[in-house]
């Protein structure tokens, strides 16, 4: 579209001139230098009120007729005293045609028809074939065995947050699935177990989770979510001991719920001590012996998570194990000795290293029937206690330090090997002040003293919910590769990269039979790449013309950084969800890279944009209109990025809905042509 630049001209000049004796003559200066340039440039409607904002120090002239159809009928009295804020209010008088301006902002209906067939696709590849393979797959073992949980209202610890579970295990209770199924490894038969409403509210869920694009909606929905999960989970399960001694007394069934016990610590009592840190374990021992160059072959004292019998402790004086006849106080600064009750031998440490904390002393199980020697007396101390300070039971913060070596009985939180059960490392620090040396009472059984309700000890809810996310931060944290475990690495992801050890371990969802492999669509990872190294030079050269003014059209470089800042935020947020897991000492899978997968793709489809409009920007006239829809219409027509995106995604379709007979490595497989990388194992 192109502006008459006569009427148009005398136009702008005359409503410049109508505000010359507010503003003086510079006014009328402005008005000939915009009528100049429209007579100089055959200037788009765009470009004109573009140049018009900024060369008129923002005199706004917003309406105006489109060649003989649009006719204008008034323009509304200027009462601005400067040019800043002069109004100009064209009206319209439409003649037989759409006024431009909602042409314009109206959206083409091709777009609408692209968006209908988009969301039919998505729709129809999300479900179909969604009830195969008819057993359990991958992650499956793990959601379904939390949505039984949640059907049976059984305590459970996770890293994650509770609401995909949740809405899971809302799923199964909808459709009739009666929590107990027992999801115990991937290829166990479903059989009569109904499943599908579960699947399918997996799909769904990925829908919804997209239109949830507010700040406030989604914190409040989750802290709802949390707060539900917390009233329904009350009864006491497996992941109890994750959690402090408070938290636990609020769960049904656990030996904290409704308890009573002494407040105070006495010689003799039988006691169970929980780390300090943020899922700290209890302190325990069992008959095994550290092996051969772990330090000294005695029994083994480490940290575990769960309760047992063998987290008890009998505190005993330092010079007797005759238990006094009175109540008997224990205090800060008190000398004692911990003996473990099923075995009977005592807490010790001695100046050989820890297994895995080098600059650590090992913390051992020493002794016969509660008799060992001088490196088993330890010290209490009570955190900002004073002389005469009575230890109490779970509110007291306690540090236990070495008589004779002055290191302080820690849990480093670092995870032992097989031969200690992948329990938790327990040393003794010569840093005292280590944070991971805090240790709290939380069973106190003393027949002598009198008790007292647990009740006093209860957090809020807020406390549960901070403490819930502070659990599950330091859990995702401690999710360490297994010895001898092959683990995905971040630089393998956006290429599709796989080892073969790690895809014999983790890549395949699924038992033998219909078999589901996650691999990413080829044509996207790589097509990814591609563009996401084409907008950083792109990025890279649009700022250094920039800085050194190389290009003034002002139309173009409104797009140009439109465009590009658009783009920016994809890149900042694909960085945001990819970078970090570089740094990740915790076990990491494929499927880590798949937030940050869809900022790539969403990178991808603004600098394939940026591409289609940049081209016509440097040709002049209708020969750029024609490239730009030409190309626009190679594209959506599928004869080049589509369409080899929906061949691939058709090519490798039987790696989501399941794949029968021999493996791609076998040359009769129908499979075999697709093994574009010696590392994809499907």
């Given amino acids: 579209m192109r502006w008459p630049s006569g009427d148009l001209g005398v136009y702008i000049l005359q409503s410049t001139v109508h505000v010359t004796a507010a503003t003086g003559a510079a006014s009328l200066k402005v008005g000939e230098v915009v009528l100049r340039y429209l007579h100089r440039q055959n200037t788009s409607e765009y470009q004109f009120q573009l140049v018009l904002r900024r060369k008129c120090c923002n005199l706004l002239v917003l309406r105006t007729y489109y060649e003989h159809r649009l006719s204008l009928e008034m323009v509304e009295e200027i009462s601005s005293k400067s040019v800043k804020t002069a109004k100009i209010v064209p009206k319209f008088k439409q003649t037989g045609e759409t006024n431009i301006m909602k042409t314009v902002e109206d959206k083409p209906l091709i ?3 692209i968006f209908i067939l988009i969301l039919i696709a998505t729709v129809t590849t999300r479900f179909y074939k969604v009830t195969e393979p008819d057993h ?8 379904g065995k939390m949505g039984s949980w949640y059907i049976n209202r059984t305590f459970f610890f996770d890293v994650h947050p509770p609401l995909g579970k949740m809405l899971i295990g809302l799923s199964g209770y909808l459709t009739g699935y009666n929590g107990s199924f027992p999801f115990e490894k991937p290829g166990d038969k479903y059989e009569d177990t109904k499943y599908i409403g579960m699947r399918v509210m997996n799909a769904v ?3 919804l989770a997209r239109t949830l694009c507010l700040i406030v909606l989604p914190v409040i929905v989750y802290v709802l979510f949390f707060y539900i999960h917390l009233v329904v989970l009350n009864k006491s399960g497996n992941g109890d001991g ?3 001694s408070g938290f636990q007394s609020q769960l049904e069934g656990n030996s904290l719920h409704n308890a009573t016990m002494p407040r105070h610590l006495a010689y003799g009592a039988i006691i169970t001590l929980k780390n300090h840190r943020t899922g700290g374990g209890y302190l325990h021992s069992h008959w095994h012996l550290y092996p051969e160059g772990m330090g000294a072959r005695q029994q083994q004292i480490t940290t575990y998570s769960h309760k047992d019998d063998n ?3 009998l505190v005993k004086k330092f010079d007797t194990n005759v238990l006094p006849p009175d109540n008997v106080l224990v205090k800060h600064g008190d000398l004692i000795r911990l003996e473990h009750i099923v075995t009977r031998r005592n807490l010790h440490s001695h100046k050989e290293v820890a297994p895995i904390s080098k600059k650590h002393y090992q913390v051992t199980g020493y002794g016969e029937n509660g008799t060992g020697d001088a490196n088993d007396v330890w010290k209490v101390l009570i955190v900002n206690g004073k002389e005469d300070d009575i230890v109490e039971t779970v509110t007291s913060k306690l540090k236990f330090v070495h008589y004779l070596h002055h290191c302080a009985l820690t849990s480093s939180g670092k995870t032992l090997p097989k031969w200690a059960y992948s329990q938790q490392e327990v040393s003794c620090n010569p840093n005292m002040r280590d944070k991971n040396s805090m240790w709290n ?5 003393f027949a002598k003293l009198p008790n007292v309700s647990f009740q006093v000890y209860a957090p809020g809810f807020l406390e549960r919910f901070l403490e819930s996310h502070a659990v599950m931060l330091q859990g995702n944290s401690d999710l360490k590769p297994k010895e001898g475990e092959v683990t995905s690495r971040p630089w393998q992801w956006p290429i599709n990269y796989r080892t073969h050890a790690t895809e014999k371990k983790g890549q395949f969802f699924s038992g033998s039979k219909n078999r589901i492999y996650l691999l990413g669509n080829p044509i996207i990872w790589w097509g990814n790449i591609v563009f996401l190294i084409f907008f950083s030079l792109a990025y890279l050269f649009a700022s250094v013309q920039e800085q050194r003014g190389y290009l003034q059209d002002p139309d173009i470089l409104y797009r140009r950084r439109r465009t590009l800042e658009a783009g920016m935020w994809m890149f900042t947020g694909w960085l945001l969800h990819y970078v970090p897991f570089w740094a990740m000492g915790r076990i990491l899978y494929f499927h880590h890279y798949f937030p940050a997968l869809l900022f790539s793709c969403m990178l991808t489809g603004i600098t394939l944009n940026y591409i289609l409009e940049t081209i016509p920007m440097f040709v002049p006239g209708m020969i750029g209109h024609t490239i730009y829809h030409s190309t626009v219409g190679l594209v959506l027509s599928g004869t080049v990025y589509s369409f080899l995106f929906f061949f691939s995604f058709y090519l490798f379709s039987p790696l989501a ?8 490595s076998h040359p009769e497989s129908p499979l075999h042509p697709l093994r574009w990388m010696d590392s994809w194992e499907f």
């Avoid at 009472?441 to 059984?445: A, H, K, P, V, W």
């Avoid at 809905?657 to 791609?664: E, H, T």
């Fill in 111 to 113: 777009w609408w028809l």
């Fill in 136 to 143: 359990v797959c991958w992650d499956e073992t793990h959601f």
């Fill in 205 to 207: 869920k990925h829908l």
């Fill in 242 to 244: 994750f959690y402090s």
């Fill in 311 to 313: 987290n008890r402790w």
């Fill in 441 to 445: 009472i939380e069973d106190n059984i």
């Fill in 657 to 664: 809905y399941g794949m029968d007979g021999p493996s791609a």
